[in-house]
């Protein structure tokens, strides 16, 4: 039977030590996460697999509020690359928030004549 710790008691809650390691498996292929201590979220991407080529990304918050990265899909295609995809479904970065459209809109319409009598 389970039961619930009186809050009132005083003893510290026992803490467990350890390691963790935080893996994101992309198309089959490993990646290693790291989380940078920076206010907005952060990471980088290091492929795991010992037959590719080494390779290291990071993963952010761009100034504009927007999810970069500085893999090549990204930086040249200017796609939403793989490793924004993961790191998105997963919840690690925030989804981007669509600008709201302005009111102020301008008429394609010619202006009104006025009429002189
Ligand atoms: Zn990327």
Redesign the pocket.
Known sequence: MFTVPDPRCSVSPVVRHGSCRLLVHINGTAYSLARFATATPAWRLTKQSPDDQPAS?I?AVNEHGLPA???P??QVRGAQ????GALLAAGLLPAPVPKARSRKRRSRRAPAQAVKS
């Open positions: 990304y993963a990265c500085s893999c899909d990204h690359c793989k490793h924004l």
